[in-house]
C-alpha cells in the first residue's frame, strides 16, 4: 500500500480459482502487459536471441525464457503458433524472467527472421538431426558471432520450410543412450555456447535491460 498499489484480501477458495494451480503461494498481482514490437528488439543491436516456433507446450516456453535470461540473451520471440507468454503455466515456469528482458509476442516467423537477420544476426536452427553439432570447432567460432537460435515444438521439431529460413543448423551432442534432449534442455545448452563464444570473443556486456518504455 505504501508504493500505491491497491490490496484485497481474498478467501482461500477465491485464491485457488484466480490461481488456477493447485498450490497458490497466496500472493497474486494484476499487471500490465510486458511485451514489445520486433522492431524495439532490432533497433537495440541485440547479440543473443532466443526464437521460438510453434512451441506450445507453456512449461517448456516458460524454461527457455528463464533460461535465456540466465545466460544473458537480449530478447526471446515467441512466433507463429507458440504458446502465449502470459498463459499461467508459462509465466509460472519464467520465474520472473518474463519481467527481466524483451519478449515479442505473435510475430510471423519469415519476417522475424528477415528482420533479425537485418540486424546482424545468424539465424541457426537447433536440429537433433543436423550434420554437425556444437562440438564441432566451427560451429563454436560461428557462435561468437550475433545469433538468434530457431527451436521448435518439441514433438516435430522444425519442419523443412522453418529449417531453410536459418542460416545453420547444429545439434546437441548426444554422448549417452538418450534419443534425445527435451526443448528446454537442448535450448540451455545452446544459449550458454553462445554465452559462452561471445563473452570470450567480445567481453561481457550489459544485459537483460528492458527496451525503455515508449
Given at each position: 500500500m505504501d508504493a500505491g498499489v491497491e490490496v484485497q484480501v481474498v478467501s482461500g477458495e477465491v485464491m485457488t480459482e484466480l490461481a488456477q494451480t493447485v498450490t497458490p503461494q497466496g500472493l497474486l498481482a494484476i499487471c500490465d502487459f510486458v511485451d514489445v514490437p520486433l522492431a524495439e528488439v532490432v533497433a537495440a543491436s541485440p547479440r543473443l536471441v532466443a526464437l521460438l516456433a510453434n512451441v506450445r507446450d507453456p512449461g517448456n516456453a516458460g524454461t527457455v525464457l528463464r533460461t535465456a535470461d540466465a545466460a544473458g540473451a537480449d530478447a526471446v520471440v515467441f512466433a507463429d503458433a507458440s504458446v502465449d507468454p502470459y498463459n499461467g503455466k508459462c509465466v509460472r515456469a519464467s520465474a520472473g524472467s518474463l519481467f527481466h528482458l524483451p519478449v515479442v509476442a505473435g510475430t510471423r516467423l519469415p519476417e522475424t527472421v528477415a528482420a533479425l537477420r537485418g540486424a546482424g544476426l545468424r539465424i541457426v536452427a537447433a536440429d537433433g538431426r543436423a550434420g554437425v553439432t556444437l562440438d564441432d570447432?566451427?560451429?563454436?567460432?560461428?557462435?561468437?558471432?550475433?545469433?538468434?537460435?530457431?527451436?521448435?515444438?518439441?514433438?516435430?521439431?522444425?519442419?523443412?520450410?522453418?529449417?531453410?529460413?536459418?542460416?545453420?543448423?547444429?545439434?546437441v551432442p548426444i554422448y549417452g543412450r538418450a534419443e534425445s534432449l527435451n526443448l528446454a534442455a537442448a535450448a540451455a545448452v545452446c544459449m550458454y555456447a553462445s554465452a559462452a563464444a561471445l563473452r570470450a570473443a567480445h567481453g561481457p556486456r550489459s544485459v537483460n535491460s528492458r527496451v525503455p518504455e515508449r
Amino acid at each position: 500500500m505504501d508504493a500505491g498499489v491497491e490490496v484485497q484480501v481474498v478467501s482461500g477458495e477465491v485464491m485457488t480459482e484466480l490461481a488456477q494451480t493447485v498450490t497458490p503461494q497466496g500472493l497474486l498481482a494484476i499487471c500490465d502487459f510486458v511485451d514489445v514490437p520486433l522492431a524495439e528488439v532490432v533497433a537495440a543491436s541485440p547479440r543473443l536471441v532466443a526464437l521460438l516456433a510453434n512451441v506450445r507446450d507453456p512449461g517448456n516456453a516458460g524454461t527457455v525464457l528463464r533460461t535465456a535470461d540466465a545466460a544473458g540473451a537480449d530478447a526471446v520471440v515467441f512466433a507463429d503458433a507458440s504458446v502465449d507468454p502470459y498463459n499461467g503455466k508459462c509465466v509460472r515456469a519464467s520465474a520472473g524472467s518474463l519481467f527481466h528482458l524483451p519478449v515479442v509476442a505473435g510475430t510471423r516467423l519469415p519476417e522475424t527472421v528477415a528482420a533479425l537477420r537485418g540486424a546482424g544476426l545468424r539465424i541457426v536452427a537447433a536440429d537433433g538431426r543436423a550434420g554437425v553439432t556444437l562440438d564441432d570447432p566451427g560451429t563454436r567460432e560461428a557462435l561468437a558471432a550475433p545469433t538468434a537460435w530457431l527451436f521448435g515444438n518439441e514433438a516435430w521439431g522444425l519442419p523443412p520450410e522453418l529449417l531453410a529460413l536459418a542460416d545453420d543448423s547444429a545439434a546437441v551432442p548426444i554422448y549417452g543412450r538418450a534419443e534425445s534432449l527435451n526443448l528446454a534442455a537442448a535450448a540451455a545448452v545452446c544459449m550458454y555456447a553462445s554465452a559462452a563464444a561471445l563473452r570470450a570473443a567480445h567481453g561481457p556486456r550489459s544485459v537483460n535491460s528492458r527496451v525503455p518504455e515508449r
